[in-house]
Structure formats: C-alpha cells, structure tokens
C-alpha cells in the first residue's frame, strides 16, 4: 500500500502485484480466513494453484460432513418427538376411557413403566383412592404430612423435575428399591399428588431436559381425575 506524499490521508489503490507479494511474506493469511479462500477462482489445470484448490475442496468436505451430521441429529429428535407425542396421545386416550379413579391411575401407571419404559414408576397420592390401598407403587399421604417436608419447595410448582434427587425424596418415593434408582423425573399435581418415574440409567433424566411431554402426560392424569368428585 502507497502513500501520496502530497496528501497523506490519502491512500492509493493495490495493484495486483502488490497483494501477490503481500500474501507471499503472509502465507498463512487464508488459514484466517477460511470463507475468503473457498470465495477465489481458482485454475483447474495442474500446478502450483492445485493445493488451494485441494485446500477448497477439504474445507468443502467439512461442511457438507457437519452439515450432514446436523441433519442426521435434527432427523433422529424429529423421529423421538413424533414417537413421544403418539404415545402421549395414546395416554390421554387411555385415560380418558377409564371409569374409575382407581382404572386412571393403574392406566398411568402401567402406561409409564411399559410405553414409557420406566424402571420404577411410583406414585403418592394426597386423598385416598378407592380401590388403591394394595397396591405396591402407590402411597397414600395427607399434603400436610411432615414426611412431605423436603418436597415443599416442589409442591407449589407443576414444572416436572428431572435429574438425581436428593436421598431424602429418594427413600420416600423408592423405599427398599431406592439403591436401584440413579435418576428420575418427578411430576408434580397440585392439589393431587406425585408421580415419580425412576431409572436405574443416571443419564436417563437429567436437568435441563425437554419437559413438554412429561407436562402434558401431568396434565391429562391431572384433567382425567377430575371426573371423579373424591368422597
């Protein structure tokens, strides 16, 4: 770049020959700046142009193989959506047909441990249910209940939780089976209850994981219990 002696503010255009010299002493300056090199022309006939355009063509190859990447993962959590928001589907409907409290909740629960693939699905209600007192995943205690004490912070919010709970909820909801347990979602119903499904994978529910289709199941167990006035 030349400087006009009469009008120093005043800068000259580069010719050609001085932007080859300057990228002969800088002959890393496209390793800079990627997107300028896949932008230059570059001579197909063998010579010395023939690593540029290798150079274009690798740095081509790498996006085409993210790009791909991407579209292979946005593909694959399309497909998990769309299996998640059937089975959601069938659940509601499940649900919906039930003539009892008692039938909703054995639907929810069977749903959560076989379409959903829960290890171990357990429940606490706060009012009784006729017909539930037998049943092993299910616990029957008043909102009030001191044993409720380290989920009271939970109680008050609909928002399913996910992750490893601390022990104490863990023995409440798991009991003799809580060493099995390494991770779990936990919805919230105010006003009804808890429902809790546990995985012996410590990386199946974690925090900061989609929660829609763990709301939505929350929601139509919640709406199909309303049918049913308790006594």
């Not at 990228?23 to 390793?31: D, G, V």
């Not at 209940?145 to 928002?159: H, M, T, V």
Request: proline letters at 5%; hydrophobic letters at 45%; a negative charge.
């Amino acid at each position: 770049m030349t400087i006009d002696p009469f009008n120093p503010g005043l800068q000259e255009k580069l010719g050609a020959h001085e932007v080859a010299a300057w990228l002969r002493r800088h002959a890393t300056f496209l390793q800079q700046f990627p997107d300028l090199a896949l932008t230059l022309i570059v001579p197909r006939e063998d010579g010395p142009a023939a690593s540029l355009a290798s150079y274009q063509l690798e740095v081509l190859r790498d996006k085409n193989r993210e790009l791909a990447k991407r579209l292979h993962e946005l593909s694959g959590n399309a497909q998990e959506n769309e299996r998640l928001a059937v089975r959601t589907h069938q659940l509601t409907l499940a649900l919906m047909k039930q003539a009892t409290a008692a039938g909703t909740m054995r639907a929810m629960a069977a749903s959560l441990a076989e379409d959903f693939h829960g290890d171990l699905v357990r429940m606490v209600l706060f009012h009784p249910v006729d017909g539930l007192e037998d049943d092993d995943w299910l616990q029957v205690i008043a909102e009030s209940d001191k044993r409720l004490d380290g989920f009271r912070d939970l109680l008050g919010n609909p928002e399913p939780l996910c992750g490893r709970l601390h022990p104490d909820k863990n023995a409440l909801l798991y009991a003799a089976r809580v060493e099995e347990v390494q991770s779990s979602a936990l919805l919230v119903l105010p006003g009804i209850g808890l429902v809790a499904v546990g995985s012996r994978d410590g990386n199946r529910f974690f925090p900061g994981m989609g929660t829609l289709f763990l709301r939505m199941m929350g929601e139509a167990l919640a709406t199909a219990l309303q049918r049913f006035p308790r006594e």
